[in-house]
């Protein structure tokens, strides 16, 4: 069935053009320029470390302490209501941590989709739409509205822990029309559904039951959001039969590639590993075997680059390993090529990929973060 988001836009334009409402960063050394950042579109890898100048704007529904009368329309509006059942209590470290990351993550989103609702509300240039503008902001003011209450509900459980809830930040999101917003909410999305296998497998090993059905109907929400994107993008519904695993520092990392640096306030009590950014230069990437090129800045990392290895993580199978080839580095700036071999491992969906110390093979996710430098690049192919 074709969705009438395939039609009905007008004038989806990168070209650089003024408005409040819109918040992006036009630096080509930073996300959404050439070198492509963590919180670009498409693919992407790495934080942060950009010159802002633009911030999302305020937080609907005086979020994240709205009133009663506010969560009763949240809830309406997302067609569901928080949880009524006692909140999980008694979590070890790991269980607080996570419930963390999903409140640093899902406010996040929070800010990502208002500023979207705006921008097509207000008829933004990039942002038009026809006749289809009431159900494309029906469908969206849903998942604002869905995010909204899978954030609060993260920090009413670390608040029912006696921990501090997490605070919002100030964000940059390096989009420039609808086109490019869906492909990165799509590629962010796909993150998210593969952190959140990592926070119930951390469940099961603390044998933590409790939050365990609730994190599994958060993935089951997130799975038909993608669905959207993924159609509005002309893809196949599914991506692949497995998706693709993440881990918490991979999510945690490339969150803060849309943070404004040193605008959260309370980021620090989130006890996760962020790495140096790694990003993907090759752009377009085509389900076919290739070369694709990455760069990572090695200031402030001691490191031999020759002794570095290319990870990529991919679907529920073993990280695949491959070389640095055709090393050039100017200016502390280290630029590469490796072989991305599609054909081989059917790299559909959602590819992580990651710089480590050298390792001829690695079992898992968990074992890549371990040994990671530079990361995450985030693979989606076109």
Sequence with gaps: ??????????????SAFASPIIKRDNDPSGPGG?????????????????????????????????????IDDIQDRAHGTLP????????????????????????FEVAF?????????????????????????????????????????????LQANHVDAIKPCKYNFPVSDF??????????????????????????????????RLISSVIGN?????????????????????LTTSTRDFAFTAIQGFVVPDSCPNIDTIPLNTF?????????????????????????????????????????????????EDIEVKDGIVTFQADFPFEDFLLYGLTIAAVTHSAESFDSADDVAKQTVFGPGLIEVS
């Design 276 to 324: 140096k950014p790694l990003n993907v230069l090759t752009q377009n990437i085509e389900p076919k075997d290739q070369k694709i090129e990455f760069s990572f800045n090695l200031s402030e990392v001691d490191v031999d680059v020759e002794s570095l290895s290319l990870v990529l993580i991919n679907a529920q199978n073993k990280p695949i390993v491959e070389k640095l």
């Design 34 to 70: 050439s070198g492509h950042g963590a919180g670009d579109h498409g693919n992407h890898g790495g934080h942060g470390g950009n010159d802002f100048q633009d911030f999302s704007p305020s937080l609907p529904d005086d979020f994240p302490n709205p009133s009663q009368d506010q």
């Design 222 to 242: 997130e799975g038909q959001q993608e669905g959207l994107f993924r159609i509005i993008q002309k893809k196949t519904t599914p991506a692949q039969p497995f």
């Design 113 to 157: 989709f208002f500023e979207l609702v705006q921008n097509i509300t207000h008829n933004v240039e990039g942002y038009q739409f026809g006749e289809d503008k009431d159900q494309v902001l029906e469908n969206l003011n849903v998942i604002l509205a869905v995010e909204e209450l899978h954030a609060l509900g993260a920090n009413a459980i």
């Design 84 to 107: 009524n059942s006692p909140l999980p209590t008694g979590l070890s470290d790991d269980g607080i941590t996570n419930f963390k990351l999903i409140a640093f993550n899902e406010i």
């Design 1 to 14: 069935m074709r969705s009438a988001f395939l039609f009905g836009t007008a004038a989806l334009t990168a």
């Design 179 to 212: 086109e490019s917003a869906i492909a990165l909410a799509a590629t962010f999305t796909d993150v998210v559904l593969g952190t959140l296998q990592d926070v119930n497998d951390i469940f099961a090993q603390n044998t933590e039951n409790g939050p365990v």
